[in-house]
């Protein structure tokens, strides 16, 4: 493992503790959880759609996307991958993976096998309700993507998204007063929203025109958070977070 990765800092306990309370002898699971630590450059493939792997993948750093290509080769990413998410987790149950999961920013990646996360979910029941939950609110999130693509206009799209991304970073602790880091780049946004670039660059020049975001280099503040959840007809209910503070 990278000398600057600590299990006290794994962010799969960060986000289980949104939802939950973990007892002692679950976090020490979590903690002892073995994983192959590697650090992924930018814009590289993780897995890929048809792989069979043997284990999944645990986003520690960085930011990742599910995509899937059409034939003739144009890319749409289905959703983002935070700290905490373990994008290809269905690979647990469904042996053969429908869909691609990439690097967007550089990552640090946790590599589980899936005998050790059998044995996880066999010993503590509730961690496996919790792998079992996650995989639910994933497809919640496909779901909303849907009607966020085939729906609604560019300035609710896209404002849709960046507050689905603040709350989701909030829960794992990645967020200070609608602040954080969003590495993402445009083209990536055109292709989870089903844009052009061009039209991406006009539709964030409005949202600042509007006083609703502010952005220098990767970093993205919200001023008016209420404001932007109302462009974006956003109501976190989708994401199934129970702690309050982090759907406010």
């Not at 006290?8 to 939950?20: A, T, V, W």
């Not at 976090?27 to 590289?44: G, H, N």
């Not at 206009?153 to 007063?177: F, I, K, N, S």
Request: glycine content about 6%; overall charge negative.
């Amino acid at each position: 493992m990278p000398s600057n990765f600590h299990p006290d800092h794994n962010p799969l306990i960060r986000k289980l503790e949104s939802i939950f309370t973990l007892t002692n002898d679950e976090r020490q699971a979590l903690q002892s959880l073995p994983m192959q630590v590697t650090v992924i450059k930018e814009d590289q493939d993780i897995v890929r759609e048809g792989d069979r792997p043997s284990r999944s993948c645990l986003i520690l750093s960085g930011f990742a996307c599910v995509y899937k290509m059409t034939v003739q080769g144009k890319r749409q990413i289905v959703s983002f991958a935070i700290a905490g998410d373990i994008p290809d987790l269905q690979s647990l149950h469904l042996k053969v993976l429908d869909n691609s999961v990439a690097t967007i920013s550089p990552c640090t990646a946790g590599f589980i096998a899936h005998e050790a996360l059998w044995d996880l979910c066999t010993r503590y029941p509730r961690l496996a309700a919790a792998f079992w939950r996650e995989t639910l609110i994933d497809a919640a999130i496909f779901r909303e993507w849907v009607i966020n693509v085939g729906r609604r206009e560019g300035p609710t799209r896209m404002a849709h998204v960046l507050c689905e991304l603040m709350v989701r970073l909030r829960a794992v602790g990645l967020v200070e007063d609608h602040v954080c880091d969003l590495p993402i780049t445009q083209g990536e946004f055109a292709d989870a929203l089903g844009f052009t670039t061009v039209h991406v660059n006009r539709v964030l020049q409005q949202l600042r025109a509007e006083g609703l975001i502010v952005t220098q280099g990767t970093r993205l503040t919200i001023p008016d958070w209420d404001r932007l959840k109302q462009m974006g007809e956003f109501d976190p209910t989708y994401l199934h977070l129970v702690r309050e503070d982090a759907a406010a």
